[in-house]
């Protein structure tokens, strides 16, 4: 205990950075999907892809079948996908860190299956998986 009362601003320090690792996890909430589990769903027909980078991106490479909706249009947007709330809603953004507030925003229009691409396109990429311009 003397030694906390001590070094008081240290163990401040050292709190606050062990606070700052731990928050992007506990953050992110819902479901996410690696890129072989998203495979699997494109591969039986059972999945829509939203890919919610902006236009510029999703011309330089993009899963196949996806539909570019940028994430700041994605509210106004959601009746353009109304027809595929049947199968699983699969949002892609670069690093899979944005697509969470998309998966948000799908849940709220009404999507019961929604998922991320666990580390965006860029783990996409490093796997190795194709994608189309």
Known sequence: MKFILDHIFLVGIAVLSGGALLWPALTQRGKKATPLEVTQLINRGKATIVDVRDADAFAA?????????????????????????????????????????????????????????????????????????
């Open 61 to 133: 490479g993009h899963l196949r079948d996806a539909r570019n909706i940028p994430l700041k249009d994605l509210k106004g947007r959601t009746g353009e996908l109304d027809k595929l709330k049947s199968k699983t809603a699969v949002v892609v953004c670069q690093k899979g860190t944005r697509a969470y507030g998309a998966a948000k925003v799908l849940e709220q229009a009404g999507f019961t299956d929604v998922v991320v691409l666990d580390g965006g396109i860029d783990a996409w990429q490093t796997q190795g998986l194709p994608t189309t311009k």
